[in-house]
């Protein structure tokens, strides 16, 4: 029953009260009268004796101020008139921060800033400018010190989530924030946030950070984009002449290892046939000094038996003969003819 309830249900208690009655009832009606207040409190303090905490939340009971206790999901009882004061905290519900941009229609007026344009400016490690949007996502983990151990929890969180950015940002270069050092930026901020909601003992758990929209001031976004180009094309050319290099230097390494196996076994080949022609040698040396005579003999027909094989024709004449020519057959030769 809402407040609007109980006044209208006071105003039917009024309206009976006040018909015309005679002198005597009318007083007595005035007596009766100076009961409504009450009845007013009475109904008031049992409307307000309960409240209700949903699902994903629990309620933070306090009694004159002080903590009293904490209350599940259901239907519960307090003490009215301002003696017990009930505060619902979502302890499941997922919560979010906005940095450098704000949703429209957000229930959470610490969600987005009123000046993102401030918060998304920041310098890297290299001494460039660029614009860093992100969001954090968090929940509350310990309701009893996040209503009361620090002032403003979540324009504390938005204090520390952009200082702790900025801290990771400065630490890199434009190339790693706008490119491939995202996860290690979202990575190490969380990190840091985490630890530092540890420390303050906020009851707060941080889940994620994401990185939104990363790019250079609009003022030089022409420019970067040239540059960009730029060492996109440089890399495109490195990698070109990499496969080049790949291509030829195993070729060539190949090629030579070839060319090193061949002479080394041209060089086993004839270490192997000099040692062959010395054990040989050896060998007819030791036959010779045995027989002399008979190894120069047998080492003249074996030379001849060799040589002559390939000396094609052959005439053999006796010792004795006077003239060579005439055993020769040589071939007639027509006398040449002058020309008139």
Known sequence: ????????????????????????????????????????????GVFSSFYTVNTESVAVVQRFGRFQKTTPPGLHFKIPF???????????????????????????????????ELERNMVTGDLNAAEVEWVVQYGISDPVQYLFHVHEPEATL?????????????DRTIDEVLTYGRSEIEMDCLKKL??????FNMGIRIEQIQL??????????????EVNRAQQEREERINIANGERNKVI???????????????????????????DVARFNQLLVQYEKAPLV??????????????PKMGSKVIIDEDAKQFLPLMNLPSTPAPTSKR
């Not at 938005?158 to 400065?170: K, P, Y």
């Not at 985490?194 to 420390?199: F, H």
């Not at 250079?216 to 984009?225: C, E, I, L, Y």
């Open 82 to 116: 301002s003696v017990d004061r009930v505060t619902i905290v979502p302890t499941l519900r997922q919560l979010k921060l906005e940095f450098g941009f704000a949703t429209r229609g957000a229930t959470n007026e610490y969600q987005g800033s009123q000046q993102p």
């Open 158 to 170: 938005r204090d520390i989530s952009e200082s702790s950015m900025n801290e990771v940002v400065g």
């Open 250 to 276: 195993p070729k060539a390494s190949g090629l030579a290892q070839q060319m090193i196996s061949a002479a080394e076994g041209y060089a086993l080949q004839r270490t192997n046939e000099a040692q062959g």
């Open 1 to 44: 029953m809402t407040s609007w309830d109980i006044l209208d249900s006071v105003k039917r208690v009024i309206d009976v009260f006040s018909n015309d009655r005679p002198s005597s009832a009318r007083s007595l009606s005035f007596r009766k009268l100076l009961f409504i207040p009450l009845l007013i409190a009475l109904l008031v």
């Open 212 to 225: 939104k929209n990363v790019h250079p001031p609009r003022a030089v976004q022409n420019s970067f984009d």
């Open 194 to 199: 985490q630890t530092t909601m540890e420390q």
């Open 295 to 308: 190894t120069k003999q047998r080492l003249y027909l074996e030379t001849m038996n060799t040589v002559l």
